[in-house]
T-cell receptor, first 113, second 112 residues
């Protein structure tokens, strides 16, 4: 049973475009939602994280939008570059599962020159 | 400041064997979590160690066990290896009081 559902599975955008990745969850006890970027053969690297008391958070070219009532959150990559081509994972954890991250299945993003 | 380190980077074993993977957390961190990442999938939580005790466990059989040492480093042991255990094994370190986890590069295990 996948507790965090991520879509789309893959995405191709041109340089400068804005890839958008969506995640949905069911467990209302989740209260911490990080996004990770993973390059082939490497471990996931933390990009940005958000909590439910905030509807949007920006760090550099990465923005998280959070909709608590819909139990959905999304990652936007502004002005995407070929170097952003990677697999992106959303994750969630909560007070009933401290430190036990539930990951989405991942989205492979390709940014063409 | 060294980040999370894992060893070995790659490992090949045969079915039925046992394997031990090692992790050193980021400097200042006291908690280590282990994840299994099958090809093309998201990481799956195995367990978490803090103060040398297993604090949380995911849906993995008892063949998966671990240990944390006084210097906060950790080992993951897998007994009676199955072909399905082939995966990238990731270690993540954190402070027990904080949720942010930092991942190491992983150990790629291939079971033949």
């Amino acid at each position: 049973q996948q507790q965090v559902k991520q879509s789309p599975q893959s995405l191709i955008v041109q340089k400068g475009g804005i890839p958008i990745i969506n995640c949905a969850y069911e467990n209302t006890a989740f209260d911490y939602f990080p996004w990770y970027q993973q390059f082939p053969g490497k471990g996931p690297a933390l990009l940005i994280a958000i909590r439910p008391d905030v509807s949007e958070k920006k760090e550099g070219r990465f923005t998280i939008s959070f909709n608590k009532s819909a139990k959905q959150f999304s990652l936007h990559i502004m002005d995407s570059q070929p170097g952003d081509s990677a697999t992106y994972f959303c994750a969630a954890s909560g007070t009933d599962s401290w430190g036990k991250f539930q990951f989405g299945a991942g989205t492979q993003v390709v940014v063409t020159p | 400041d060294a980040g999370v380190t894992q060893s070995p980077t790659h490992l090949i074993k045969t079915r039925g064997q046992q394997v031990t993977l090692r992790c050193s957390p980021k400097s200042g961190h006291d908690t280590v979590s282990w994840y299994q990442q099958a090809l093309g999938q998201g990481p799956q939580f195995i367990f978490q160690y803090y103060e040398e005790e297993e604090r949380q466990r995911g849906n993995f059989p008892d063949r998966f066990s671990g240990h944390q040492f006084p210097n906060y480093s950790s080992e993951l042991n897998v007994n009676a290896l199955l072909l399905g255990d082939s995966a990238l094994y990731l270690c993540a370190s954190s402070l027990y009081t904080e949720e942010t986890q930092y991942f190491g590069p992983g150990t790629r295990l291939l079971v033949l």
